[in-house]
């Protein structure tokens, strides 16, 4: 079983829609959570760190449920420029690994 | 501010040679890390260094791959010999250690992409 699990995608969305990425991650101790997003043949960058409270960025909420182990990534009215991979990345607080899923591609579409 | 850089962006070399790859970190970052990626596989964790110091190398896959930070400024990733499993994008990463809502955070260099044949 991989450490992150995302959904394997692709999604293709209509521009405008709302997208919902879904992860878990199978280590307890993990202790802080991100996603990242990276652009073809990009380095990743971060989007947004992962609160048990939740939070959110203008078109960006980011939820964490420690009990199920679970983090999710909403994007709404999605923007052409939302296209992109999208990883979810925890790290558990022991070291200072980053512990990456596979990442979702997000393709918007016109 | 300069970001992270690697050098160079691109290596294609044969099996049994020899490739070093290079990092700068971001200037003041104690912390830097190197991550690679295989096609089709997500990204993992090689090594952290703090300072000159390699804090965690539990990720370095075998012996071939030796990693240094003389003077801890620059990083260099020697890859000797290489195998045609070494393929894939190698990413540099730098963070501060410091009290704040960036205090994790890492962030990355374009990264450098070897192709063994």
């Known amino acids: 079983r991989k450490e992150v699990e995302q959904d394997p995608g692709p999604f293709n969305v209509p521009e405008g829609a709302t997208v919902a990425f879904n992860c878990t991650y199978s280590n307890s101790a993990s202790q802080s959570f991100f996603w990242y997003r990276q652009d073809c043949r990009k380095e990743p960058k971060l989007l947004m760190s992962v609160y048990s409270s939740g939070n959110e960025d203008g078109r960006f909420t980011a939820q964490l449920n420690r009990a199920s182990q679970y983090i999710s990534l909403l994007i709404r009215d999605s923007k052409l420029s939302d296209s992109a991979t999208y990883l979810c990345?925890?790290?558990?607080?022991?070291?200072?690994?980053?512990?990456w899923g596979a990442g979702t591609k997000l393709i918007i579409k016109p | 501010e300069a970001g992270v850089t690697q050098f160079p962006s691109h290596s294609v070399i044969e099996k049994g040679q020899t490739v070093t790859l290079r990092c700068d970190p971001i200037?003041?970052?104690?912390?830097l890390y190197w991550y690679r990626r295989v096609m089709g596989k997500e990204i993992k964790f090689l090594l952290h260094?703090?300072?000159?110091?390699?804090?965690?190398e539990s990720g370095m896959p075998n012996n071939r791959f030796l990693a240094e930070r003389t003077g801890g400024t620059y990083s260099t990733l020697k890859v000797q010999p290489a195998e045609l499993e070494d393929s894939g994008v190698y990413f540099c990463?730098?963070?501060?250690?410091?009290?704040?809502?960036?205090?994790?955070?890492?962030?990355f260099g374009p990264g450098t992409r070897l192709t063994v044949t």
């Open positions: 200037s003041g970052h104690d912390n």
């Open positions: 260094f703090v300072k000159e110091s390699k804090q965690d």
């Open positions: 990463a730098s963070s501060q250690e410091g009290a704040g809502k960036d205090r994790y955070e890492q962030y």
């Open positions: 990345v925890v790290k558990d607080r022991s070291n200072y690994q980053l512990i």
